[in-house]
Structures are given as structure tokens and as C-alpha cells.
């Protein structure tokens, strides 16, 4: 049990492009998903936190209107990285957890690289 | 959230128990401790987690010390595949304002054959 999914695994696009990134809760409800990335060969940064059907709270340093967090059901969370640069490319991970004394459960991730 | 702290790597022979620690001596009584690995270009794992009492599932052991500033989770009989970035988190468990996960640095785990 505790599957999050996360879609798509990779992305290559050229700088300027809107890229938008999935991330489903596949046997729970999550009331509340998060948006984490990580840079090579350092540890994962919280981007935002999401609960369903409110607007997403953004991390210190985080641009909300760069990073587009859309919670509209208890199974789904969107990610739109916007006008991506080759700086933005960098690995997504989400994470999702139902009630709140039940842990966090991540996506594989995603490989974003910014041409 | 408490801070904690971890080794930056272990070795571990392959079929013996893996014995990671970590501390967090600032830890608050309502905050659990939680245990998380990554497999290199995958998402964290969750593995255990726990306030007081040792736990054990699965996947592995928790030992939390009585005063509960460390920790140490247990992989009972190691393998290849056991080979990843540990991290140990604490954070509030439930009701009210919960935290969020916040990672450190984890402890690199590798486990030799």
C-alpha cells in the first residue's frame, strides 16, 4: 500500500518551455502532498507544501509564480515549472500523506533538464 | 524540527546487521522519529518511524534511547541492495501543526560484499 506516482520519470525541453509534472496518490487519499527538489549530490529541499483544495504554501526563497502547485483532489497534485532555464533543471520528487500521524510516501521522482 | 545528526557513512558487510545512529538531543515529546532511505536517482523510502518505544517491522528495527535524544535503526541482515542514503528525521506526529519532512544530509550507506 502507499503508492505515490509521478509523471513523467524525465523530461528534456528547450529553455522557455512550461513543463507540468504529476504526482498521484494511487491507494490513499493524501490530504496533503509536497513538492521537493534535489540538486546532484545534494540532500532534498522542500519546495511547497499542498492540501487539497487550498493554495500552496511556498517555501523561503521558492517563487510561486515560477512554480505553479495545483491540489484540486485528495489523489492529485500538479507541479508547472514556468519559462523553464537550464537553472531550473534539477530532480522533482513529491510526496504525498494521508491523515496527519501517517507518514509521507514519495514519488520516484523526476529528471528535468533544461536545454 | 528538532535537528539531528548522522555520520556521513557507514560500511556494512553483506549478511550482517547494519547499526546506523543518529542523534537529536534537541528532540521535543511530541515530535517522532522517522526513518527514510534513497536509492540513488529513486524517491525516498519510508522505513519506520516511532515516539518512544522501539519499533520493528518489515524492513527494519528502531531502538530510541529512554531519554530519547539518539537513535539507531537496524537492518537485520544486510544486503547489496540495502546500499543508499539514510536519513533520520524528526518531526511532530500528529494533531494539531504537524512539520514537515526536512532533510539532512543522511547518512551513505554501502554495504560490501
Given at each position: 500500500?502507499?503508492?505515490?506516482?509521478q509523471?513523467?520519470s524525465?523530461?528534456?525541453?528547450?529553455?522557455?518551455?512550461?513543463?507540468?509534472?504529476?504526482?498521484?496518490?494511487?491507494?490513499?487519499?493524501?490530504?496533503?502532498?509536497?513538492?521537493?527538489?534535489q540538486?546532484?549530490?545534494?540532500?532534498?529541499?522542500?519546495?511547497?507544501?499542498?492540501?487539497?483544495?487550498?493554495?500552496?504554501?511556498?517555501?523561503?526563497?521558492?517563487?510561486?509564480?515560477?512554480?505553479?502547485?495545483?491540489?484540486?483532489?485528495?489523489?492529485?497534485?500538479?507541479?508547472?515549472?514556468?519559462?523553464?532555464?537550464?537553472?531550473?533543471?534539477?530532480f522533482?520528487i513529491?510526496?504525498?500523506?494521508?491523515?496527519?500521524?501517517?507518514?509521507?510516501?514519495f514519488g520516484d521522482g523526476?529528471?528535468?533538464?533544461?536545454? | 524540527?528538532?535537528?539531528?545528526?548522522?555520520?556521513?557513512?557507514?560500511?556494512?558487510?553483506?549478511?550482517?546487521?547494519?547499526?546506523?545512529?543518529?542523534?537529536?538531543?534537541?528532540?521535543?515529546?511530541?515530535?517522532?522519529?522517522?526513518?527514510?532511505r534513497q536509492i540513488h536517482s529513486q524517491g525516498p523510502q519510508?522505513?519506520?518511524?516511532?515516539?518512544?518505544?522501539?519499533?520493528?517491522?518489515?524492513?527494519?528495527?528502531?531502538?530510541?534511547?529512554?531519554?530519547?535524544?539518539?537513535?539507531?535503526?537496524?537492518?537485520?541482515?544486510?544486503?547489496?541492495?540495502?546500499?543508499a542514503v539514510?536519513?533520520?528525521?524528526?518531526?511532530?506526529?500528529?494533531?494539531?501543526?504537524?512539520?514537515?519532512?526536512?532533510?539532512?544530509?543522511?547518512?551513505?550507506?554501502?554495504?560490501?560484499?
Amino acid at each position: 500500500g502507499a503508492v505515490v506516482s509521478q509523471h513523467p520519470s524525465r523530461v528534456i525541453c528547450k529553455s522557455g518551455t512550461s513543463v507540468k509534472i504529476e504526482c498521484r496518490s494511487l491507494d490513499f487519499q493524501a490530504t496533503t502532498m509536497f513538492w521537493y527538489r534535489q540538486f546532484p549530490k545534494q540532500s532534498l529541499m522542500l519546495m511547497a507544501t499542498s492540501n487539497e483544495g487550498s493554495k500552496a504554501t511556498y517555501e523561503q526563497g521558492v517563487e510561486k509564480d515560477k512554480f505553479l502547485i495545483n491540489h484540486a483532489s485528495l489523489t492529485l497534485s500538479t507541479l508547472t515549472v514556468t519559462s523553464a532555464h537550464p537553472e531550473d533543471s534539477s530532480f522533482y520528487i513529491c510526496s504525498a500523506r494521508g491523515y496527519t500521524d501517517q507518514p509521507q510516501h514519495f514519488g520516484d521522482g523526476t529528471r528535468l533538464s533544461i536545454l | 524540527d528538532a535537528k539531528t545528526t548522522q555520520p556521513p557513512s557507514m560500511d556494512c558487510a553483506e549478511g550482517r546487521a547494519a547499526n546506523l545512529p543518529c542523534n537529536h538531543s534537541t528532540i521535543s515529546g511530541n515530535e517522532y522519529v522517522y526513518w527514510y532511505r534513497q536509492i540513488h536517482s529513486q524517491g525516498p523510502q519510508y522505513i519506520i518511524h516511532g515516539l518512544k518505544n522501539n519499533e520493528t517491522n518489515e524492513m527494519a528495527s528502531l531502538i530510541i534511547t529512554e531519554d530519547r535524544k539518539s537513535s539507531t535503526l537496524i537492518l537485520p541482515h544486510a544486503t547489496l541492495r540495502d546500499t543508499a542514503v539514510y536519513y533520520c528525521i524528526v518531526r511532530v506526529g500528529s494533531g494539531g501543526s504537524q512539520g514537515n519532512l526536512i532533510f539532512g544530509k543522511g547518512t551513505k550507506l554501502s554495504v560490501k560484499p
